[in-house]
């Protein structure tokens, strides 16, 4: 079907990049200003590579329906604390700012963008949904997000017609921080619809992946990559704080996949993240473990002992990077495994061998079975000849 629209859609993504740029420029310069630097934190490490993912997608892929959700996925995420900022100047700090009301509402825009994320997830990688019962659901959900969208202006139109306003201390209305009635109702139909669809949308990935192959596989891949890092960034910010970089995992891991960059380097970082951190856990416990040793058992100083434990641990680990990336490689990396001991044979082979045509026929051989290339071109510099 011809659609005349995607020929200027590259035109609008590029330009909804454009405003989402100075939009997020302006978030830091007002966060600073409101002394609340901490709150445009998940905005930009959601919204910013959510931004940047939607552009390319829209741009490249404009029939893709992904690009667009992303693009107003960071809208709302970026707009909503550029509203809470501005209005916390306005409402809370006492600054005679214009369009204070405005920003209150932009504020609300949070909720509506956070709910995107389970479609993101259903509609992976191309946006179409082969299946009639996926379609239907994503039909219901999309009445009841419209049905929320709707209650939400309602509440909210009716809570800036209040008088005096209440601010909380985010920056948004305090009426809608305890929703009551349709807009209560209306709220909680669309978390749970949100949930159910994020959980379908995994369920449904997961049965894919059992079916899949090629490049459809090595996608799941980089999906499910992105969710894990995700998912151990949001366990580390309820510990400590530290893990909101890791949100921006999910929707770069999805644009890598969409757009097919180098898909199969996924493999490769699959074997290294899990390589890295066996030696990791390995190391800290043979660090920990000296440590105890030196200072309970065989008494030495502390300062001592975890200087020695150090030392240890710094001579062990790569003798144990290299033993364990061969057992994780051998199991998750396979092609590479296999390419690494096909070099490292012909390499043994080649310490003995004098005669060029030997190694040029061992060459032509190693790179047939390890790449199967159509055509195989060898130089002999000795000949100023070539052979094929």
């Known amino acids: 079907m011809h659609r005349p629209w995607l020929a200027s859609a590259p035109s609008w993504a590029s330009v909804a990049g454009v405003f989402l740029a100075l939009f997020t420029v302006a978030l830091v310069w007002l966060s600073v200003l409101a002394r609340q630097p901490g709150n445009g934190i998940i905005a930009l490490v959601i919204g910013v590579p959510s931004a ?3 552009v390319v997608v829209a741009r490249r892929q404009p029939g893709n329906p992904l690009g667009w959700i992303f693009l107003a996925l960071a809208a709302c995420l970026i707009l909503s604390s550029v509203g809470g ?11 005679h700012l214009p369009l204070g009301r405005a920003a209150l509402a932009l504020y609300e825009l949070w909720t509506p963008g956070l709910l995107l994320l389970g479609l993101v997830i259903l509609l992976f990688p191309d946006g179409r949904l082969e299946s009639r019962f996926w379609r239907w659901v994503l039909r219901a959900y999309l009445a009841i997000y ?96 530290i893990g ?60 001592v002992a975890v ?13 144990l990077r290299r033993r364990v990336q061969r057992m994780v490689d051998r199991r998750f990396n396979r092609a590479r ?21 030997s190694v040029r026929d061992d060459l032509t051989a190693v790179v047939d079975r390890a790449l199967e290339p159509v055509h195989v071109l060898v130089w002999m510099n000795e000949r100023g000849k070539r052979s094929a």
């Open 307 to 319: 200087a020695v434990s150090t030392l240890a641990a710094a001579a062990l680990f790569n003798p």
């Open 146 to 241: 419209a049905c929320y969208l709707v209650a939400d202006a309602v509440a909210t139109a009716g809570a800036l017609a209040e008088h005096p306003l209440r601010v909380d201390s985010s920056g948004g209305l305090a009426v809608m921080d305890d929703p009551s009635g349709r807009f209560a109702v209306a709220s909680a139909a669309a978390i749970i619809a949100a949930g159910a669809l994020f959980a379908g949308g995994v369920a449904r990935q997961v049965l894919s992946w059992r079916r899949s192959s090629g490049d459809r596989r090595q996608q799941l891949k980089w999906l499910a990559v992105g969710g894990a890092v995700t998912i151990v960034g949001a366990a580390l910010t309820q510990v400590d704080g």
């Open 337 to 357: 495994y296999d390419a690494d001991q096909t070099i490292a044979a012909f390499a043994a082979r080649l310490k003995d061998t004098v005669d060029p045509n």
């Open 85 to 95: 900022d501005y209005a916390y100047l306005a409402y809370r700090l006492g600054h």
């Open 52 to 54: 940047g993912v939607g």
């Open 244 to 303: 909101w970089p890791g949100f921006a995992a999910l929707p770069v891991a999805i644009g890598v996949g969409i757009l097919k960059y180098r898909l199969y380097d996924i493999d490769r970082i699959i074997s290294r993240t899990l390589a890295y951190a066996i030696v990791t856990g390995l190391l800290v416990g043979v660090y920990a473990g000296l440590v105890l040793l030196a200072t309970r058992v065989l008494t030495f100083h502390s300062t």
